[in-house]
C-alpha cells in the first residue's frame, strides 16, 4: 500500500476512536507534536489551515506479514468506564480498518492496541 493509502488508514482509525462516546481526544506521540511544532508556520501561511492533525494519537504499520498492526492512544472522560470505553475503541478501529483493507481488496488482519494515556 502506498503513502496515501498508509494516511487514510491513519484518518480511519482515528475518526472510529473519536466516535466511542467517552473518548475526549487522541494523544499525540511525541513525533507527532514534534512535526506539529515543526510546521505550525506553514499550516498557518497554507490556506488558513487549522493545525489539528486529525491522525494524532494513531500509529499503525504494516508488519512483514502482511497484517496491520494499529495502536490509539486516547484521552478518556473520567465518567466513563475505562475498560470499557477501551474495548469499544479497539472494536471500533479495527472494524474501520479491516473494512478500508477489504475495500482496497487487500484483506489482511488487523490487531489494535489501546492505551489510556488520561482521564479528564
Not at 66 to 90: P, S, T
Amino acid at each position: 500500500m502506498n503513502a496515501s493509502h498508509h494516511g487514510n488508514i491513519h484518518r480511519a482509525a482515528a475518526r472510529a476512536a473519536l466516535d466511542v462516546p467517552g473518548v475526549l481526544a487522541l494523544q499525540p506521540a511525541l513525533a507527532d507534536r514534534l512535526a506539529l511544532a515543526a510546521s505550525r508556520v506553514y499550516e498557518a501561511v497554507a490556506a488558513g489551515a487549522t493545525g489539528r492533525h486529525e491522525a494524532a494519537g494513531v500509529r499503525c504499520e504494516l508488519t512483514t506479514v502482511g497484517a496491520w498492526h494499529v495502536e490509539v492512544r486516547c484521552i478518556l472522560d473520567k465518567d466513563h468506564r475505562v475498560v470499557d470505553v477501551a474495548r469499544r475503541v479497539r472494536e471500533n478501529v479495527r472494524r474501520a480498518v479491516t473494512s478500508y483493507v477489504a475495500q482496497q481488496g487487500r484483506a489482511a488482519p488487523v490487531t489494535v492496541v489501546v492505551t489510556v494515556t488520561r482521564t479528564v
